[in-house]
């Protein structure tokens, strides 16, 4: 069964193999992401943080929820040398970079404490699994940054990989601040696969932000597989990614 909603400005999709998700399991879903969207957008003018933004109300002052992410993205920064910050150039808090994941992994726990041990969960291209469908590995396509209504690649995600988060330019534009200087050699998507949504959510963007030399610097450093796209055209990926494209049934 495969149900669909709209949340935090995208499409969610939960399927589920061989049983129903009913209207509860739907809003409890659903209520995931609508706590954090009240809270952490910044295209709500009555969330916390846009009251932070406008200066109504000092990041002191804010509630524990918002310290605890702004706490966690501050560590993804460091941990990144900067590749991934919460800070926009001007200087606003914006934790949209970690927040989707945040709001993914706690709908993921919605379904497990509703007793779905298997399904997919995919928030605009960004997915969380559990357990596995009855062909063994979920089948997950990755848009073609060119052509967003074609499928570039599908991957198998199976245990322990149990996310993949994709992070690129051509839908949105250039959202994300670079660290190095504009080349043809830019990453314009990346996708990252890795054991929980979090890490794959939060290094997708920090790869797309420091290109090439932190691609390098996160493959070392963390238990992930990674495909990205460059401004010409060009394709990579990690050892990893290949054998998933190449597990796909």
Not at 78 to 88: E, I, L, N, V
Not at 101 to 106: E, P, S, T
Not at 128 to 150: C, F, K, N, Y
Not at 188 to 193: D, G, K, M, P, T
């Amino acid at each position: 069964m495969i149900v669909t909603l709209e949340t935090m400005g995208t499409v969610a999709s939960i399927e589920v193999p061989g049983a129903s998700v009913g209207a509860g399991d739907v809003a409890a879903v659903r209520g995931a992401f609508d706590r954090l969207e009240e809270t952490f957008s910044l295209y709500r003018d009555d969330s916390e943080l846009s009251r932070i933004a406008r200066g109504e109300q000092l990041l002191t002052q804010s509630s524990p929820a918002v310290r605890s992410v702004y706490d966690r993205a501050l560590e993804w920064r460091s941990a990144t040398g900067g590749a991934f910050t919460p800070h926009r150039p001007d200087g606003v808090i914006d934790l949209d970079g970690i927040v989707k994941a945040i709001a993914i992994r706690d709908a993921g726990v919605e379904l497990i404490d509703r007793g779905f041990d298997r399904w997919c969960l995919n928030v605009g291209g960004d997915v969380q699994v559990a357990g596995t469908p009855d062909s063994g590995a979920w089948q997950i396509g990755i848009v073609d940054p060119v052509d967003r209504t074609s499928i570039l690649c599908v991957v198998a995600l199976s245990e322990p990989r149990r996310a993949i988060a994709t992070s690129g330019v051509m839908e949105r534009g250039e959202h994300v601040w670079r660290t190095q200087a504009d080349s043809d050699r830019d990453f314009v998507q990346v996708s990252v696969a890795a054991d929980d949504i979090i890490t794959a959510d939060v290094l997708a963007t920090a790869i797309l932000s420091g290109g090439e030399a932190f691609r390098d610097i996160a493959t070392a450093n963390w238990d992930i597989d990674v495909l990205t796209v460059t401004r010409s055209g060009e394709l990579s990926m990690t050892p990893g990614m290949r054998n998933a494209l190449a597990a796909r049934t």
